[in-house]
């Protein structure tokens, strides 16, 4: 599990250790640099490249986190690297500067207007200069930072994007991304790297600042134990093999779970198979279909496991939607079109209510949703379709807005629905009512394809009804990795955005990593992820034992 935290919590962890008495603030600083420097000697023998003769820009603002650059190229100095500074804000940390200069610095001022002298330079003249380097290096705002760059580091920064430079670490935080929340104040430099302080700053995993960090590496400087509980957690792949439900010995088809699907529509008849094909091969024992005689045709036909239930209020008989068999689970929603399917939405999370049982609430079902849902209720809207939710609850936000601020609309929406909510994306969030918050981020960009959120409802419908069916306890799993039982359905949720995350990655052929790398994968259905799911499922629990 990755645990992250705000930078606020991380600047409070750090407080005790830095008495002036002991110095203690230097020797984290230290700590930090010395990660950076080692950081980035790794990273350009990865890439093949000697560092002895290669050339490292370090922008450098005026705080510890320019202190934290200047000293980390002070070290690659005198590994043989020809390092250059350019001091943003006209001066900077004076123990960092002092030894980056007698390490065989050369420093740089960048021209505000008042700084013109020799080493001066303005934005334009400095961003040439350090596209020209083997690597940059962004210390220009950490934890401190009040907004975005602003004046003449702005336009450096702006420039220098332009010009595409090789390799950019980023020091603890990309300058411009709020380390507590993710958000951006543009313009900002992305990083291939960011090399992050003491615990992993939560705006590293939330769009769009996780758009812009790269790779994330985390450099321990000693206050780990110190560190509150975390506002955002990640599971990884070793994780999900803890957590995915297999079945027991004595497992018969109503035991694994059976999950009610009500999707699908003449107009939108895809939906219903691809959401029905999902929740079948990601192991609900029984799937139950209720829609029109259509499109249960087609969906027999792709997905012969499949029982059809009716076509519920569509029926040539009127007969009122009533539900013929049990289930365990609900997903409500994908594709719904017409007055029949709406009314059987409604029916079925009537049900769901009165019944207690979990569901995936989806796409045109978020329109159908009662003042309060219980916790176990997800739903998976993208940011349009959440900006439309809080809309119809007077609290008007353009998909824009939630774009630019996922982890706080996704937490108002938890908070204010009592739903669990997953807010779907490059990078998707996944928040329990309760305030916490999981973020994933293992599917690759091919995967923004017509239907490919249908199939994430159906894997999400079937891991709801394996974990509520009779016998199944996953509880133990969840919390030995920590989580809170009411918690539990938000970890589910980001569990089956994980299972999608790497299904859709296999069926391109690039891992997320692999892609944000530059390589390039190739081009997805959504049929193909669900395709894609059983073997990947298969090769994260062959590590279980
Ligand atoms: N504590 C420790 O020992 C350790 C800390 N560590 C490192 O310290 C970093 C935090 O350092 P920090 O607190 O000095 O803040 P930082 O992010 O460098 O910038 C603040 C400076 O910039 C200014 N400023 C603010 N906003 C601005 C803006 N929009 N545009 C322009 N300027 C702006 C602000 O000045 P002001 O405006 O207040 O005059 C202030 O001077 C952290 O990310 C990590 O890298 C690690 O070494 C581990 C040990
Ligand atoms: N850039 C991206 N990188 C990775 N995954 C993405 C990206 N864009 C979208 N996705 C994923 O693709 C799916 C799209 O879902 P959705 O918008 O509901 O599509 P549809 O309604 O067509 O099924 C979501 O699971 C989302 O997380
Ligand atoms: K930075």
């Known amino acids: 599990m990755i645990s992250a935290f705000t930078g606020t919590d991380v600047r409070a962890a750090e407080q005790p250790l830095l008495d002036p008495r002991s110095d203690g603030g230097a020797v984290l600083m230290q700590r930090a640099a010395h990660g950076l420097a ?95 380097d083997d690597v940059v290096i962004d210390a220009v705002l950490g934890t401190g930072a009040r907004g975005g760059l602003r004046g003449a580091a702005a336009e450096l920064v702006a420039a220098l994007q332009e010009l595409r430079p090789r390799l950019v670490v980023a020091c603890d935080v990309p300058s411009g991304v709020d380390a507590d929340t993710g958000e951006v104040h543009w313009p900002v430099l992305d990083a291939q790297l960011t090399v992050t302080f003491g615990g992993i700053k939560a705006g590293l995993l939330a769009d769009p600042g996780e758009g812009c960090a790269g790779r994330v590496q985390l450099v321990p400087i000693g206050i780990e134990s110190l560190l509150p509980a975390p506002v955002l957690r990640r599971f990884s792949t070793a994780d999900l093999a803890a957590l995915l439900p297999s079945p027991g010995r004595r497992a018969h088809k109503y035991s694994r779970g059976v999950l009610g699907v009500v999707a699908g529509s003449e107009k939108y008849a895809g939906a219903a198979v691809l959401s029905v094909h999902a929740a079948v091969v990601s192991g609900a024992g029984m799937v139950r279909y209720l829609g029109p005689a259509a499109v249960a045709r087609q969906v027999l036909a792709r997905t012969p496991e499949a029982l059809w239930e009716g076509a519920g209020a569509e029926g040539a008989n009127g007969s009122g939607g009533a539900w013929p068999g049990r ?219």
């Open 38 to 132: 080692a950081a980035i000697v790794s990273e350009l023998r990865a890439r093949g490249q000697r560092f002895a003769g290669s050339g490292v820009t370090v922008l450098a603002g005026k705080g510890n986190n320019g202190g934290d650059g200047l000293f980390a190229a002070s070290f690659l100095a005198r590994r043989g690297m020809r390092t250059t500074a350019v001091l943003t804000a006209g001066s900077a940390h004076t123990e960092a500067l002092a030894a980056f200069t007698a390490a065989g610095g050369r420093v740089l001022i960048l021209d505000s207007g008042s700084n013109a002298g020799s080493n001066a330079g303005n934005a334009e003249e400095l961003a040439v200069l350090c596209a020209g």
């Open 327 to 545: 289930v365990q689970a609900w997903l409500v929603g994908p594709g719904l079109d017409g007055a029949g399917q709406l009314e059987n939405a409604r029916d079925a999370l009537a049900a769901a209510l009165d019944g207690g049982q979990p569901a995936v609430v989806d796409a045109g079902a978020l329109e159908l949703l009662p003042d309060r849902c219980p916790p176990h209720w997800i739903l998976t809207p993208h940011a349009g379709e959440l900006s439309a939710l809080l809309g119809r609850s007077e609290m008007p936000v353009t998909r824009e807005d939630v774009e630019s601020r996922p982890l706080h609309f996704v937490r108002l929406a938890a908070e204010h629905t009592g739903a669990t909510v997953l807010l779907k994306g490059a990078t998707t969030l996944v928040a329990s009512p309760s305030g916490a918050v999981f973020s994933q981020s293992e599917g690759c960009p091919w995967m923004a394809t017509a239907g490919s959120g249908d199939v994430l409802a159906g894997i999400l419908g079937a891991l709801l009804a394996q974990c509520a069916g009779p016998g199944m306890d996953d509880d133990g799993a969840f919390a030995a990795l920590g989580v809170a039982p009411e918690d539990r359905w938000a970890a589910l949720g980001a569990v089956a955005v994980s299972l999608h995350g790497l299904a859709g990655s296999a069926a391109s052929g690039v891992s997320r990593a692999r892609f944000d790398a530059g390589a390039g994968g190739g081009p997805v259905t959504a049929l193909g992820i669900a395709d894609a799911v059983s073997g990947v499922w298969a090769q994260i629990v062959a590590d279980r034992l």
